[in-house]
T-cell receptor, first 113, second 117 residues
Framework: QQQVKQSPQSLIVQKGGIPIINCAYE??????FPWYQQFPGKGPALLIA?????SEKKEGRFTISFNKSAKQFSLHIMDSQPGDSATYFC????????????FGQGTILTVHP | NAGVTQTPKFRVLKTGQSMTLLCAQD?????MYWYRQDPGMGLRLIHY???????AKGEVPDGYNVSRLKKQNFLLGLESAAPSQTSVYFC????????????????FGPGTRLTVL
């Protein structure tokens, strides 16, 4: 059973576009919703994270929108740049899970110049 | 600070061979994790540890063993490698969740690319 479903699998945008990546989860006990960014040959790195007590969080050009009732959250990248080309993973954690993350399947983002 | 380091970076094994992957962190983190990454499947948790001398199973533990003899090190062992274990392996660490039990950031190592022939 997939606890986290991420879409789309891949995404191509032009420089300046606003790619949006979506994640849906099942378990209402989750209380931590991070997005990780991974460049080829590197380990994932935390990009931005949100708790369920807010509906939106913005850090620079990256924004998470969170819909608790729909059990969905999404990543928006404003004014995307070629350097944003990477794989993005959503994840969930919570309850007594000892910080264990359950990841989505990943989205390969390509930003053309 | 080196953060999270992993050795080796690459390894090729034959079916049935054994090996140990080493993860080290210098951030004094209590929690450590081993994940495997396969195309289209994200990262899946193999085993994790919440402190020195403790280990627990994750989502896909079969065929792997782990040990946490020192707080800064977390070892992943493959006793009899199989082609299905061909993957990229990532180690991560994090501090203990805060008083409210809310998770903290996980810091990942650079990965080990393992091929089993």
């Amino acid at each position: 059973q997939q606890q986290v479903k991420q879409s789309p699998q891949s995404l191509i945008v032009q420089k300046g576009g606003i790619p949006i990546i979506n994640c849906a989860y099942e378990n209402t006990a989750f209380d931590y919703f991070p997005w990780y960014q991974q460049f080829p040959g590197k380990g994932p790195a935390l990009l931005i994270a949100i708790r369920p007590d807010v509906s939106e969080k913005k850090e620079g050009r990256f924004t998470i929108s969170f819909n608790k009732s729909a059990k969905q959250f999404s990543l928006h990248i404003m004014d995307s740049q070629p350097g944003d080309s990477a794989t993005y993973f959503c994840a969930v954690a919570g309850g007594t899970s000892y910080g264990k993350l359950t990841f989505g399947q990943g989205t390969i983002l390509t930003v053309h110049p | 600070n080196a953060g999270v380091t992993q050795t080796p970076k690459f390894r090729v094994l034959k079916t049935g061979q054994s090996m140990t992957l080493l993860c080290a962190q210098d951030m004094n983190h209590e929690y450590m994790y081993w994940y495997r990454q396969d195309p289209g499947m994200g990262l899946r948790l193999i085993h994790y540890s919440v402190g020195e001398g403790t280990t627990a199973k994750g989502e896909v533990p079969d065929g792997y063993n782990v040990s946490r003899l020192k707080k800064q090190n977390f070892l992943l062992g493959l006793e009899s490698a199989a082609p299905s274990q061909t993957s990229v392996y990532f180690c991560a660490s994090s501090s203990r969740p805060d008083g409210a039990g809310v998770s903290n950031e996980q810091f990942f190592g650079p990965g080990t690319r393992l091929t089993v022939l």
